[in-house]
């Protein structure tokens, strides 16, 4: 791991943008990417697939320690392989999602993925999405930015990501998920969802992505950690 490459953290609730937006900055930038939320939702679907309660934290915390994983990156899309499979698809389901979000309020859990997060940290530089990146990752990050779009715009979003997709999905109902998560989230008692006291906080509901990518590729340039090309 290199201490010394700077890391770009995006945080926020789900919906509100991270994992395109940090996507796109991360291949503008020619940095590495770290998305954190994929690592919880793999431990969520590989404690599925092995018959582990959700409520079971030290097992849980085990199934996070060995978990079999890795990121790839085929033409312009990420690609996850779990104990050899493609999990892709599977971890993006708002089955696992809703999983994923209670495995990750489990202490033991967290701290059997801190160290495999921070290993991500490496020359040019890192764009780290999740919840925690810039409040407990990596606090010491050059920037940190908090994304958020109202639970109604994230809703649709959603909504209109599943309908393309095929899916048949109620509007109301992922709304009521979206308030459900963002409450559980927020009221964990280890690392909560929370902007960093020195975050920059950016609401996208109103932007397009093009817009909020150039908007924090000025930021990075402004602080000097890359170009705004």
Do not use: C, N
Not at 200 to 216: A, G, K, N, Q, Y
């Amino acid at each position: 791991m290199s201490d010394t490459a700077p890391v770009l953290t995006i945080d926020g609730p789900g919906g509100a943008g991270k994992g395109t937006i940090s996507r796109l900055i991360a291949e503008r930038q020619g940095w590495h990417l770290l998305d954190s939320g994929a690592l919880y939702r793999l431990t969520a679907l590989a404690a599925g697939r092995h018959e582990v309660a959700l409520d079971d934290e030290a097992a849980l915390a085990r199934v996070a320690e060995t978990l079999d994983v890795v990121f790839l990156a085929e033409g312009g899309e990420a690609r996850v392989l779990l104990e050899g499979e493609d999990a892709s698809r599977a971890i993006r389901t708002e089955q696992v999602g809703d999983a994923a979000s209670r495995v990750a309020a489990l202490p033991a859990v967290r701290e059997a993925l801190l160290k495999r997060q921070r290993d991500f940290r490496q020359a040019p530089g890192l764009v780290a999405d999740g919840r925690d990146m810039g409040t407990v990752v990596f606090p010491e990050a050059p920037l940190k930015v908090f994304l958020t779009a109202s639970a109604e715009e994230r809703a649709r979003r959603r909504h209109l990501q599943l309908r393309e997709a095929g899916v048949d999905a109620s509007l109301s109902s992922l709304l009521k998920e979206i308030q459900a998560r963002d409450a559980r989230d927020m009221q964990r008692s280890v690392a909560p969802l929370v902007a960093a006291d020195d975050a920059v906080e950016l609401d996208t509901t109103s932007l397009t992505i093009p817009e909020v990518v150039d908007r924090l590729t000025e930021l990075l340039a402004r602080r000097g950690l890359a170009s705004a090309s």
